[in-house]
Antibody, heavy 117, light 112 residues
Framework: QVQLQESGPGLVKPSETLSLTCTVSGGPINRNYWSWIRQVPGKGLEWIGYIFTFASAKYSPSLESRVRMSLDGSKNQVSLSLASVTAADTATYYC???????????WGKGTTVTVAS | DIVLTQSPDSLAVSLGERATINCKSSQNLVYSSNNKNYLAWYQHKAGQPPKLLFYWASTRESGVPDRFSGSGSGTDFSLTISSVQAEDVAIYYCQQHSSTPYTFGQGTKLEI
């Protein structure tokens, strides 16, 4: 059974880069699409993007200029990088596996990131 | 972007009652190549990650109780709980997995 565990700093300063890692257990990462979803406090769910291989990533247009995702097959990890953060990026970030039709079938527990000085 | 609008925003029902949540899409979510509706439903309980309930609009994810059902096609979809239980208190989201950017409805809060 595939399990996902997000990790990273809980506090990031404004204008810096938010970096999160998702460690995947129970299966190799190179057979699936992986997404990051976030939820701003009191708001709904927002798709950040997905990655399949190093050459196949797609990002939300609203974040595309600041976001990058990557894969590390040796560590079975998916990473998220979000540059030039502001308080509006304060959210709970979820790592998600996409199923065959790109529905979100496995979710990590989420990690909360606060952007503040 | 595809906009999903859920109704109602919140719903209060008694234990054992039927609850229906609607989701309307700004675009047709059916792919002509496979006749599948690219619409999913999630249950989000406080302090937990969202949980997939249905995909392809009506395909129940393994382990989801059969009191839950998903229906609809094209632009109009519904999630129904035939007999609400206390553990069903959550926010429910629809999501289109048809085209990027993948988008969610605003959520419907179910209360007892």
């Amino acid at each position: 059974q595939v399990q996902l565990q997000e990790s990273g700093p809980g506090l990031v300063k404004p204008s810096e880069t938010l970096s999160l890692t998702c460690t995947v257990s129970g299966g190799p990462i190179n057979r699936n699409y992986w997404s990051w979803i976030r939820q701003v406090p009191g708001k709904g769910l927002e798709w950040i993007g997905y990655i399949f291989t190093f050459a196949s990533a797609k990002y939300s247009p609203s974040l595309e200029s600041r976001v990058r995702m990557s894969l590390d097959g040796s560590k079975n990890q998916v990473s998220l990088s979000l540059a030039s953060v502001t308080a509006a990026d304060t959210a709970t970030y979820y790592c998600v596996r996409l199923g065959a039709g790109h529905y979100m079938d496995v979710w990590g527990k989420g990690t909360t990131v606060t952007v503040a000085s | 972007d595809i906009v999903l609008t859920q109704s109602p925003d919140s719903l209060a029902v008694s234990l054992g009652e039927r609850a229906t949540i609607n989701c309307k899409s700004s675009q047709n979510l059916v792919y002509s190549s496979n006749n599948k509706n690219y619409l999913a439903w999630y249950q989000h309980k406080a302090g937990q990650p969202p949980k997939l309930l249905f995909y392809w609009a009506s395909t129940r994810e393994s382990g989801v109780p059969d009191r839950f059902s998903g229906s609809g096609s094209g632009t109009d979809f519904s999630l129904t709980i035939s007999s609400v239980q206390a553990e069903d208190v959550a926010i429910y989201y629809c999501q289109q997995h048809s085209s990027t950017p993948y988008t969610f409805g605003q959520g419907t809060k179910l209360e007892i």
